[in-house]
């Protein structure tokens, strides 16, 4: 996959700086954006129809088969704390060890960027993700607040704009787990950079339609608050080149969430819950692609 709009962009946050900085740390992702629309614009009024579905398309047609499940924080890194001291980063890796286990079961190959307690560089966890050439990235998160009332689950999805003042503190405070760092472009090539703005471009749509699709089904959990679909700068999101979604399971600032997150009953339906929106989300992947199901596995139709 080319290098892409997001991955060609450094974020840094300083100390002292707060959520008023998030502005100023996103202009040059928004002018970048911008620009990307208008070069977009010029080639499909020049006749030059680059689809980002016909480019992703054209890396293989093998259909939708690998996901990469990022266990939030690790090692050093506790993330949030519950008032009782469970920590984000087991609970986040339980989670996603369950769902990489679900997710086999159905056929799919998963890579997890930590398998174990250990802190994991943002760098070497898009690296590899972007190595494996999946066609999806998943992390998982676990939420918390200043105060003990918000609940529920959220799904997030890269924006350069936070939807809402929450979500802008908390893209900034999980982008402080990496030092707020972003890889380096791949290439500085003009054309490439270009295609591969294309690519993303697609790659949000994408991102947002799984967004949706986890959020309904972890939704149907009940317990705390459905809290919708979000967008946020997260860092972790703009590093890799394939549909990328972050997943915050609870907060582990309220108390009944906290119970929850504590349960293995609850911590395999939320692992259930989205492998079910993988499945959906592989199916219209696959349909968009012109890859069709048969008795002998995935081909493509056409």
Request: with cysteine; aromatic share 4%; proline share 4%.
């Amino acid at each position: 996959m080319m290098g892409s709009m997001m991955g060609s962009t450094c974020i840094r946050r300083r100390g002292g700086q707060g959520v008023d900085a998030a502005p100023r740390a996103i202009g040059v992702l928004s002018a970048t954006l911008l620009s990307a629309t208008l070069l977009s614009t010029t080639l499909l009024s020049l006749g030059l129809v680059l689809s980002p579905l016909s480019v992703a398309a054209g890396q293989g047609g093998a259909g939708f088969d690998t996901v990469v499940i990022d266990a939030g924080h690790g090692g050093r890194d506790h993330g949030a704390r519950s008032r009782y001291g469970l920590a984000e980063k087991e609970v986040v890796l339980d989670v996603s060890q369950r769902l990489a286990a679900r997710l086999r079961e159905r056929g799919l190959k998963v890579h997890l960027t930590r398998d174990g307690d250990h802190y994991v560089p943002l760098v070497r966890r898009t690296s590899l993700a972007n190595a494996t050439t999946a066609d999806l990235f998943i992390s998982v998160h676990a939420n918390s607040a200043e105060t003990p009332r918000p609940s529920g689950v959220e799904t997030y999805f890269v924006s350069l704009d936070a939807s809402d003042a929450q979500a802008g503190r908390l893209a900034l405070r999980e982008n402080d787990a990496f030092e707020g760092v972003l890889p380096g472009p791949a290439s500085q090539d003009p054309l490439a950079a270009l295609l591969g703005d294309l690519v993303v471009t697609e790659h949000l749509h994408e991102s947002s339609e799984f967004a949706k699709l986890v959020q309904h089904e972890l939704a149907d959990l009940g317990g705390g608050d459905a809290r919708g679909v979000k967008q946020a700068p997260f860092v972790v999101l703009m590093g890799v080149e394939m549909p990328a979604v972050l997943v915050e399971i609870g907060f582990l600032s309220n108390v009944r969430d906290e119970g929850e997150l504590r349960s293995p009953a609850h911590r395999e339906a939320i692992a259930l819950s989205v492998s079910r929106a993988v499945e959906a989300f592989g199916k219209r992947y696959d349909a968009r692609r012109g890859i069709r199901r048969g008795a002998q596995g995935r081909q493509a139709a056409r």
